[in-house]
Nanobody, 113 residues
Framework: QVTLVESGGGLVQAGGSLRLSCAASGRIPSPTVMAWYRQSPGQERELVAAIYAGGQRKYADAVKGRFTISRDVKNTVFLQMDSLKPDDTAVYYC????????WGQGTQVTVSS
């Protein structure tokens, strides 16, 4: 069974940067959409950024201008996070649809003030 493997989370000071990566453990069809979500304690999971098969990108208002989503030819999806704020602290989840929906296990991002 194919799973998604995430990496790149950690602890960073406000204003710093992190780069998240997410790759499938096996071969999958070309995804129709690859996305990052996040969830803070007591909050619902929310969409952070998405990239579609045609190259279009979508961002949550809270991260526009600071986060960048990208993908490579091996269907690895990245999330470059710059100018991080304490409010960005959350567990970040990768999601891939082809159109079966796969979720990663989550990676913790903690931004200290």
């Amino acid at each position: 069974q194919v799973t998604l493997v995430e990496s790149g989370g950690g602890l960073v000071q406000a204003g710093g940067s992190l780069r998240l990566s997410c790759a499938a453990s096996g071969r999958i069809p070309s995804p129709t959409v690859m996305a990052w979500y996040r969830q803070s304690p007591g909050q619902e999971r929310e969409l952070v950024a998405a990239i579609y098969a045609g190259g279009q990108r979508k961002y949550a208002d809270a991260v526009k201008g600071r986060f960048t989503i990208s993908r490579d030819v091996k269907n690895t999806v990245f999330l470059q996070m710059d100018s991080l704020k304490p409010d960005d602290t959350a567990v970040y989840y990768c999601n891939v649809k082809y159109p079966i929906s796969l979720w990663g296990q989550g990676t913790q991002v903690t931004v200290s003030s």
